[in-house]
């Protein structure tokens, strides 16, 4: 069982940035890919980014270039930098942790955290 925390959402301007966090208890959080997934009212849960526990990032389309995710360990934390944020990054965020090595599938992480609020205004 891995408990997920996010944290760092709020609402901001077009082009500003915001950093996302996510934490873990377990000392287990090292063993796990973590992802961010994020959820627009009306769609479905979207891929934006995921880091292995080799630290291999990758990140969806819509994103690349803007986004950094990172991890670290030792304080059981995920991020995900967001850059030049746009009105259509608005959406309820979503940490999960996997126990596969990397995926863009939602329906293979196994835990998540309760999400966190971005609004990007215009």
């Known amino acids: 069982q891995v408990h997920l925390v996010e944290s760092g959402g709020e609402a901001v301007q077009a082009g500003d940035s915001l950093k996302l966090s996510c934490a873990a208890a377990e000392r287990t959080f090292g063993a796990y890919c973590m992802g961010w997934f994020r959820q627009a009212p009306g769609k479905e849960r979207e891929f934006v980014a995921a880091?292995?526990?080799?630290?291999?990032?990758y990140y969806g389309e819509s994103v690349e270039g803007r986004f950094t995710i990172s991890r670290d360990n030792d304080k059981r934390t995920v991020y995900l930098q967001m850059n030049s944020l746009k009105a259509e990054d608005a959406a309820v965020y979503y940490c999960a942790a996997s126990d596969n090595l990397y995926s863009r599938d939602p329906d293979s992480y196994d835990y998540w955290g309760q999400g966190t609020q971005v609004t990007v205004s215009s």
């Open positions: 880091i292995s526990r080799r630290f291999v990032s």
